[in-house]
């Protein structure tokens, strides 16, 4: 899988490499437009806080296919992914995935689990060129998955449609939400992950927006033992492993293989290799780090991303403050942005689920952090 292949992923943040012919200060790796916030589930965890019906000063049409031209000015092969809500909630979805492979951007879609898709709607997408899809898993059984995502029958109808997917050629891949509710379910969402035959596991570190400020995230502590957990189970699985929102997942592996030293790049995070374009058109660095650089009805997706103050602010890593902006992993990781703004308002903030203090480091910890303050050697 090339680098490119492998950051064609749905919702995801941060790749554990990055394309070095890809300046990010220029183009992003990944841009994420939500068509909707429309959604039949009631995940506990939802960040766009999803409600039944579609808002109505959602981009139009026109207006999408216009923001997808847009998009395609960063360069060919630009990846462009359709998210939600649910995607599917909208009836031009088929089209926009058509117009913008014919404009040769890289489309890819996060539908959610329910009933709406079809494999009618699968083979539309295949057909109108979608490079792969992000299906949502977040237990390893039913009464699990389903309890989470607040619908009976989900789990069925994802594992349904991730074969529905495989048989229409299309590429799948698996998101799982990591909260103390799901953690010990990794294990079996490992192997389920397996037998569905995808080419990715992205496993996504809860940040407390939208409905999931109500749930517990886990220990920086914890988080250390599951990033080694993943280390090892990327080492044995026939597919890849990423994490979202837990960039120092990187750092984790590289203390593990110390003769290679310390890259002078990572993956990207918010703002710097990545983009969000919201449902009403406003540009965020993430879409769980919702602070605007404009709208794209008014400037262009391109020109925010380049030029604005938050995000030129957000790659430049001596900007950091706190024990990140002293950590000499900070160019590989650089945290979780989108954490550090949903606990400390402040997205150039220490990311607290990282428990790594730098040597001599004696500054504020940032909260939670500083509830276990576990140093690591250099």
């Known amino acids: 899988m090339t680098i490119v292949d492998s950051a064609l992923v749905a919702a995801d943040h941060d790749t554990d490499t990055m394309n070095p012919n890809i300046d990010t200060s220029r183009r992003p790796l990944v841009l994420i437009w939500e068509l909707t916030r429309a959604c039949d589930l009631a995940c506990e965890h939802c960040r ?9 000063d959602e981009l139009t049409t026109a207006e999408g296919k216009r923001l997808l031209r847009q998009a395609r000015e960063f360069g060919e092969g630009q990846l462009v992914v359709l998210s939600g809500g649910d995607p599917l909630k909208r009836d031009d979805v088929v089209d926009l995935v058509d117009y913008g492979t014919e404009r040769g951007l890289r489309m890819t879609i996060t539908p959610s689990g329910t009933d709406s898709l079809t494999p009618d709607r699968i083979d539309a997408l295949a057909r109108a060129g979608i490079r792969r899809m992000a299906l949502s898993v977040d237990g390893a059984i039913a009464a699990a998955h389903d309890a989470f995502r607040g619908e009976t ?24 939400t990591v909260c103390a509710e799901t953690v010990d379910e990794l294990p079996g969402i490992r192997d389920l992950v397996e037998d569905l035959g995808a080419v990715l596991w992205s496993v996504f570190f809860l940040v407390p927006v939208g409905r999931g400020r109500v749930l517990e995230p886990i220990s920086p502590e914890r988080s250390e033992r599951v990033m080694e957990w993943l280390a090892d189970a990327s080492a044995e699985a026939p597919f890849g492993v990423k994490t979202t929102e837990a960039p120092h997942y990187r750092r984790v592996v590289l203390q593990r293989r110390a003769d290679e030293g310390i890259r002078r790049r990572g993956g990207i995070t918010a703002g710097d290799g990545f983009a969000f374009v919201s449902h009403t058109g406003e540009v965020y660095p993430s879409g769980f780090l919702p602070a605007s650089a404009g709208n794209v009805r008014e400037t262009s997706v391109v020109d925010a991303y380049r030029d604005s103050e938050l ?8 900007a950091l403050r706190g024990k990140c902006g002293v950590c000499p992993c900070r160019r590989v990781c650089g945290g979780s942005r989108s954490r550090a703004y949903a606990t400390a308002g402040d997205p150039l903030a220490s990311d607290p689920l990282c428990p790594y203090v730098p040597d001599g480091y004696d500054g504020p910890l940032p909260r939670r952090a500083d509830e276990g303050g576990l140093r690591v050697p250099e």
């Open 48 to 56: 766009a806080d999803a409600r039944p019906n579609r808002h109505p």
């Open 153 to 176: 029958g989900s789990f069925a109808q994802t594992l349904r449609a991730a074969r529905d997917a495989r048989a229409a050629g299309v590429p799948i891949q698996i998101n799982t």
């Open 311 to 318: 995000f030129r602010s957000l790659r430049d890593p001596d």
